[in-house]
């Protein structure tokens, strides 16, 4: 019997690929395409950029698709992060190449798996300082900091609830984050 090699992709030759406005990642070495997102993904997106926006003028705001390139095999395309003005030279022309101080997921049912399993464990290797996994159908957000080598989870928080956010600095106020999903 004959073991089958995958042959990995490298961010090289992903970059290569022509441009395109579908979400694209490169995950271990293989290319994932995922569907474009529907109104309620993109209205949650809007309201968390701006968010952050307000509470940490002192750097950039980025929504997707924007490039991340952590190392040869991965690149990503977070829907939300946030790069402090400390870090602002890892903010190129053509993507962001390092670590960003804050990364948005926002789950859909064929991101899930991905968000919680290998994108939590790759921003938790390259110490993304904080992580919040946004759950748009129970309208809930779950918080993770980089501390001692590992995420330590803040908690889960939903509208109407505060937190304080230790990439921003600053205490966030989630009201009327989640957009109604009958609009």
Do not use: C
């Not at 290569?16 to 209205?43: A, C, K, M, W, Y």
């Not at 690149?75 to 939300?80: E, G, K, L, S």
């Not at 957000?141 to 990439?167: C, M, N, P």
């Amino acid at each position: 019997m004959v073991d089958a090699v995958r042959e990995r992709m490298t961010a090289a030759a992903f970059f290569e690929l022509p441009e395109t406005n579908t979400f694209v990642e490169l995950i271990d070495g293989e290319l994932i395409v995922s569907p474009s997102p529907i109104p309620q993904h993109q209205l949650l997106s809007f309201s968390l950029a701006k968010l952050v926006d307000r509470l940490q003028p002192d750097g950039k705001v980025f929504i997707a698709p924007m490039d991340v390139y952590f190392d040869e095999h991965y690149v990503t395309q977070p829907d939300i992060l946030w790069v402090s003005t400390a870090k602002k030279s890892i903010i190129t022309k053509k993507r962001i190449e390092g670590t960003p101080d804050l990364i948005i997921e926002i789950a859909s049912p064929g991101t899930i798996k991905k968000d919680r399993g290998e994108k939590f464990e790759l921003y938790q290797k390259y110490g993304v300082r904080e992580y919040w996994m946004v759950d748009p159908i129970a309208a809930f957000i779950e918080v993770y900091f980089y501390e001692d080598g590992r995420f330590q989870r803040l908690g889960v928080f939903g509208d109407g609830d505060t937190f304080e956010s230790k990439a921003l600095g600053k205490t966030v106020e989630l009201n009327n984050i989640f957009p109604e999903s009958s609009e």
